[in-house]
């Protein structure tokens, strides 16, 4: 493969019409001059929302393989008209889809992942062309079947893709500055974080900050791509830098706050207290492909019996009911009970470990302003909370205050 690759991608705002679609391309334009550049490319806009709702209105449990299919048509508008405006500046360019490059995923549908790219087409592209456009969000599996890896999954063929070309960067061009030590829309004095550790952006990402795929950055992590994400209104911006942070926590206790709106919980109650429940449990989920987030146990010294709580996406709620109402008989439970009404405040940074006291000042903040705890789940580098989704907000503006995030 030839040395010295960009890669870039533009998220589906950066592509939504051929105005931008222009803006994009002179973009690209002026980094070609500099060597070769491998463009990816989300779908224009709202488009795989659109199909995902024409999907819905043809079948109302589409087919996950026509679906797959349908889905991966987005990427394959946008790359076409990507080269296209790219061809008309002069530009030696060509578009390829997930197929046609040979990027292969497991045979999973919707959310499949990425196992092995070829090289072969893409060099041979590279020998022809000064940009190569790939489509985002698709792979394709041995048998020749299109997948899809999960929505929002560009960044992960993005980053995927410069690790198999050698790029030491990957540049994710998207409609914000970077990434902010909370949603400015929720939090006024959120700021921009001019670098950051893979570990976590990681965390941010899962625990709800919407700027780049967690899947992406972990693929980044274990290739050591540093990943750059930058405005592609403002391609003059410094953006944020993730890569390993090393010393990092020497000088940064906290990095950010995270709001996850799109959790649902779930309680078996009074399951008996024995060895191989929860083993149980989490097994028949994860059979469904569903990933469990926080999990909690309480247990009744009185009765001997266990109430086992946890997570769940939103979207993953009726699948995990079904599982689990199948399940409540033969595990003896009494009741199986969801909480839509939730939603999860993170307060996320890699030096936290080493600081006593943090989980005291978070809880006494809410405490103080009235906020329940529903649920609480800590690890090294995060503390979250669940509480009730209307006042989420409120509790991320609490913690980014009481933290002093806003301050430079
Ligand atoms: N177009 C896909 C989606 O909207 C993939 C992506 O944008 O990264 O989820
Ligand atoms: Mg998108």
Redesign the pocket.
Known sequence: MINNIAVLKF??TSVKNIGRIRHVCELVNKRRREGPVLVVV??MGDT?DYLVKLAGQAAAEPDKRELDLLLST??QISITLVSMVLRTMGVAARSFTAYQVGIFTESIHNKARIVDIKTDTLSKAFEENDVVVVA??QGVTTGGEITTLG?????TTAVALAAAVGAPVCDIYTDVDGIFTADPNLVRSARRLPRISYEEVVEMARLGAQVIHPRAVELARQHRVVVRVRNTFKPDDQGTIIDGGEQMEIYRTVSGVAVDKEQASVAIVEVPDRPGIAAKIMRAVADQNIVIDMIMQAFHPKSGLNNITFTVARTDLKPTIAVLNQLKDELGATEVEADQDIAKVSLIGAGMVHQPGIAARLFSVLGEAGINIKMIATSEMKLTCVVSRAEADRAAQLIHDAFELGAP
């Open positions: 998220g589906g989300s779908a795989t987005g990427e985002g969000f929505r929002g999954g560009s960044d």
